[in-house]
């Protein structure tokens, strides 16, 4: 077996030739890193996420568990999980949810989860911030071949969401989620806008809040905004 790490670059966003025994070994050996294992190659991510990625990634998160609660939908999401196809895939994406049916399949000691076992994910979402054109390219290819339901990209820079409908080894842009499909993609694009004006147009919503502001009055207006979508 070679040594991967030799291989391995400085640059976190590029992928590595690596059989999956290679994957394996280096895997064993990284302690802090997100791996991802895709077509014969290896991607590992070391930087520390900072403090725009880290909010965003609980901000979408926190309202899709928002909305499944209001809306009593059964709900586990993850962070970081590891999902594994054994000599062919593996990825930890940011957040991950099992929803209805399956929120509850997989047990709770379980640490690795094996997809030769359990089902994957409903839905999974990478928040991108200098790994915007791998989470829409190599990364969305990955799970695909995973067979993930549905994909979402967060573009830290512009509070762009992107969705992705996954099947049949393939995927499609979607304008609406398949598997929330009471929640409006136009709802969470505006609980993730930044742009805070000092002096209030008219039109402006509390949701126009920056991250200066804090965000308890935003998730206070996601309240009210999921209550009211059936009405």
């Known amino acids: 077996m070679s ?5 391995l670059p400085t640059d976190a966003r590029l992928w590595v030739q690596a059989t ?52 009593d939908i059964p709900l586990v999401g993850l962070t970081n999980c590891t999902f594994r196809k054994a000599g062919e ?23 690795i989860v094996d997809l030769d076992v359990y089902p994957p994910p409903d839905l999974v979402i990478e928040i991108a911030k200098t ?3 791998d989470d829409i390219g190599s990364k969305r290819m990955l799970y695909e071949q995973l067979n993930f ?8 820079h512009n509070a762009q969401l992107i969705a992705f409908a996954i099947a049949s080894g393939g995927s499609r842009a979607i304008s609406r989620s398949q598997v929330l499909p009471p929640l409006p993609f136009s709802l969470l694009s505006e609980a993730l806008r930044l ?10 919503a509390l949701s126009d809040m920056s991250r200066t502001t804090g965000r308890s009055q935003i998730y206070a207006w996601l309240i009210t905004q999921i209550q009211n979508l059936d009405d």
Request: with cysteine; proline share 7%.
């Open 20 to 71: 999956w025994d290679e994957y394996i070994q280096t895997v064993g050996q990284q302690e802090d890193a997100k791996c991802y294992y895709y077509n014969g190659q290896i991607r590992i991510e070391m930087a520390p996420q900072g403090y725009d990625h880290s909010y965003d990634n609980f901000s979408i998160g926190y309202a899709v568990a928002l909305f499944c609660g209001i809306q």
């Open 195 to 204: 742009s805070y004006p000092e002096t209030p147009t008219p039109g402006w």
């Open 149 to 156: 339901t549905e994909y979402w990209v967060v573009n830290v």
């Open 89 to 111: 895939g593996e990825a930890q994406p940011d957040l991950a949810f099992y929803i209805g049916a399956n929120a509850e399949i997989i047990p709770p000691d379980t640490t």
């Open 3 to 7: 040594n991967v790490q030799t291989k």
């Open 131 to 133: 790994s915007f054109a």
